[in-house]
T-cell receptor
């Protein structure tokens, strides 16, 4: 069975600090990888995704993530966070190819609080 | 354009009652997913529809849960004999293709007293 583990439940940073949120997954096959974000009072939104190709993917609002296949990891990074990045972040994995249909398995989420 | 909508946004019910939760996907999206998110957890898969048929219902917790999508658009998640443990946010997502980006609705917060 597939699973996703996010290393931190709650991260607190000051504005301009760098961010890295860890994500490791377990899945016996080719995967598509995602980071979703949920801002306070809003619904889940896609931040970035990896399907194939360059393992370093760039998303919205200056976020990027690196897929390291050998480590089964897909860590999210941002060089300089802003107060508006305060949100909950979810890593997710789905099987790719063949009869896969995009069923997402999510991690438990990381709450990011950025202080001005 | 319009996103995924879900109604009601909040539902409070008593233990043992029946509830229906509705999802309106983005027009033209053939793939529809239901997830359930408990407090402090990530969303968990419940069921997947491709068109009108439930292609995978392996995430439904038990036979009190059922979902339909009769015309390949709107979907309804039905819960019979609700229990306190069913309290959660029920999320719906749709996608233009099965392995595409999923667009999530705002969710229905179900509280069973």
């Amino acid at each position: 069975a597939q699973s996703v583990s996010q290393h931190n439940h709650h991260v607190i940073l000051s504005e301009a600090a760098s961010l890295e949120l860890g994500c490791n997954y377990s899945y016996g096959g080719t995967v598509n990888l995602f980071w979703y974000v949920q801002y306070p009072g809003q619904h889940l939104q896609l931040l970035l995704k990896y399907f194939s190709g360059d393992p370093l993917v760039k998303g919205i609002k200056g976020f990027e993530a690196e897929f390291i296949k050998s480590k089964f990891s897909f860590n999210l990074r941002k060089p300089s966070v802003q107060w508006s990045d305060t949100a909950e972040y979810f890593c997710a994995v789905a099987g790719a190819g063949g009869t896969s249909y995009g069923k997402l398995t999510f991690g438990q989420g990381t709450i990011l609080t950025v202080h001005p | 354009g319009a996103g995924v909508s879900q109604t009601p946004s909040n539902k409070v019910t008593e233990k043992g009652k029946y509830v229906e939760l509705r999802c309106d996907p983005i027009s033209g999206h053939t793939a529809l997913y239901w997830y359930r998110q408990s407090l402090g957890q990530g969303p968990e898969f419940l069921i997947y529809f491709q068109g009108t048929g439930a292609a995978d219902d392996s995430g439904l917790p038990n036979d009190r849960f059922f979902a339909v999508r009769p015309e390949g658009s709107v979907s309804t998640l039905k819960i019979q004999r609700t229990e306190r443990g069913d309290s959660a946010v029920y999320l719906c997502a749709s996608s233009p293709v099965p392995q595409g980006e999923q667009f999530f609705g705002p969710g229905t917060r179900l509280t069973v007293l």
